[in-house]
């Protein structure tokens, strides 16, 4: 069978939730993806911020195989080796003081609003506590994350959300204070906006937050879902402002490939919140996904993956600043990092369209957005190749 003729089977038996790109992926190498008729592509989307480490690396598939061999999973009565050595590797690179492993970034989203509740409800017993979010958020797609996620399209559906939610604008403080009130319990955002079309947290407005938070006992939640991991050259990119969250969530990069999640929290959140029998999940944390996580933040140190980061990604934000002045069509560049955006005047499908057949894999966010969100190992000369296929697909 052709490769369209097995997409063509694929669509009769998958839900259809996705508009897919034509094509089928079959292996990975570096920062190449190839199809199963052997067209190579160059690949400027990591599985959406996830495969860091590039594809292939020889030591991590190692590790995962050797622990396939040894132990797959247990369930979380009983404890389990990775699972200690990932808990402290990620409370050590973090800062924060405690772990609780999810499978996905919708689930650490999930725990954190739970914590945040938990945390108000021991301070006055009551059940009417209010989160602020931001519009152009992104935290998932299960109810508790969808509730938080500044998209209205995204919700309207399937509404009643969660409730108590109010909404603000990400770096306008004035918006965010006059959502406050005595119910609030925690306010939630992505340091770097992904989703929503690439929009970094100022740092004066993500230390006001901070300084709000503070004086009104209320917990700042930062979802470095996608922007945590190394990717904007920090480990976590709030490390990079000297503001620090009491919950954390991250996922995508952490088990660079393998689907795991986690919430971090400090030490003051985790004695005033979830209790044994509060929250659970019978993956979470098992073996195989934190022997990935162990070996992936083994692997950063290593590789020195945050000295990269920087060098390529103020390197990548140079080659995008001269396509975005060459071209009338672009009207922003934003990013820090190896997470950045161009800003279309029109839809971009059309240009990754042709990208992909020029044998270059990118990504939108939103309708007008092209999202720079490559592995975290790619050099200077791939994003001079990169450059030179995306201004073919721009054209004029
Ligand atoms: C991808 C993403 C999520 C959701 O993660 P899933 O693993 O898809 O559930 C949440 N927040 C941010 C910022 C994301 O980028």
Redesign the pocket.
């Known amino acids: 069978m052709s490769m369209q003729e097995y997409i063509d089977q694929a669509e009769q038996n998958l839900l259809h939730t996705y508009n897919r790109y034509q094509v089928i992926l079959d292996r990975g190498e570096g920062v190449h993806l190839y199809d199963v008729n052997g067209k190579e592509y160059l690949d400027f989307v990591s599985g959406?911020?996830v495969f860091a480490l590039g594809y292939g690396n020889r030591e991590y598939n190692d590790a995962l195989k050797a622990q396939i061999d040894k132990l797959i999973h247990t369930s979380n009565y009983y404890y389990n080796m990775p699972a200690i050595h990932a808990a402290k590797k990620l409370t050590e690179v973090s800062g924060m003081d405690r772990v609780f492993f999810t499978n996905?970034?919708?689930?650490?989203?999930e725990g954190a609003i739970k914590a945040a509740r938990k945390y108000a409800f021991l301070k006055d017993g009551s059940t009417d506590h209010e989160i602020i979010a931001m519009e152009h958020?992104?935290?998932?797609?299960?109810m508790g994350?969808l509730s938080v996620t500044g998209n209205p399209k995204y919700r309207e559906a399937f509404e009643p959300m969660i409730g108590h939610i109010r909404f603000a604008k990400m770096n306008d403080f004035e918006s965010v204070s006059a959502q406050v009130t005595d119910k609030t319990c925690a306010i939630i955002l992505?340091t770097v906006?992904?989703?929503g079309g690439i929009y970094p947290a100022e740092e004066a407005f993500l230390k006001k937050i901070r300084a709000l938070c503070d004086e009104k006992d209320i917990l700042l939640i930062l979802?470095?879902?996608?922007?945590g991991m190394g990717r904007t050259g920090t480990m976590f990119a709030w490390q990079r402002y000297g503001v620090k969250p009491d919950i954390m969530?991250t996922?995508?990069a952490l088990g660079c490939g393998v689907?795991v999640?986690a919430f971090l929290m400090t030490e003051k959140v985790a004695q005033n919140s979830l209790v044994a029998g509060d929250h659970g999940t019978t993956y979470g944390g098992n073996p195989l996904a934190c022997a990935a996580i162990c070996k992936v933040l083994e692997l950063f140190e290593k590789q020195n993956i945050l000295a990269n980061v920087n060098r390529v990604g103020a390197y990548l934000y140079d080659r995008l600043e001269e396509v975005a002045k060459e071209y009338d069509c672009i009207k922003a560049h934003r990013g820090v990092g190896l997470m950045q955006g161009l800003v279309f005047e029109q839809p971009v499908g059309d240009i990754i369209k042709r990208a992909m057949d020029l044998g270059l894999i990118l990504i939108n966010a939103g309708a007008n957005i092209i999202r720079f969100v490559p592995s975290l190992v790619i050099t200077e000369e791939d994003v001079d190749q990169m450059i030179s296929i995306l201004k073919e697909a721009i054209g004029k």
């Open positions: 959406i911020a996905s970034g919708a689930e650490s989203i958020s992104f935290h998932g797609r299960t994350a992505e906006q992904g989703e979802d470095e879902i996608q922007c969530t996922a995508k689907p999640g």
